[in-house]
């Protein structure tokens, strides 16, 4: 995943984007993650929309910038569909706060 956050004035750049990607990787996380902390089913979809909110709601983020998520290391724009024993795992954040 790559993103472009802006932070609120006078916080931490390098704090805030520590805490986004500890927020991604709880919510990607396979047993405990997804937008019910109960983990992610076989052949849920990541839908571009969560990832939004998870981000914004972040501590120190005012907004997403631009987001780009990544399927086979391929960026998509849209939401990654997975196949029916597909299973999120969340990789490598490219997060730069701005």
């Not at 704090?15 to 991604?24: A, T």
């Not at 109960?38 to 631009?66: A, M, N």
Request: aromatic fraction near 8%; proline fraction near 4%; glycine fraction near 12%.
């Amino acid at each position: 995943m790559r993103a472009k956050v802006q932070s609120y004035p006078g916080k931490n750049i390098s704090q805030v984007q520590q805490q986004i990607i500890q927020s991604l990787n709880q919510f990607f996380h396979p047993l405990f993650g997804g937008s019910d902390g109960k983990g992610w089913v076989f052949g849920r979809d990541v839908y571009r929309s969560e990832v939004l909110q998870v981000i914004d709601e972040t501590p120190g983020s005012d907004r997403v910038l631009s987001l780009e998520l990544l399927a086979d290391g391929k960026p998509q724009c849209g939401n990654i569909c997975l196949g029916s024993l597909g299973l999120v795992a969340a990789g490598q954040h490219d997060i730069t706060v701005v």
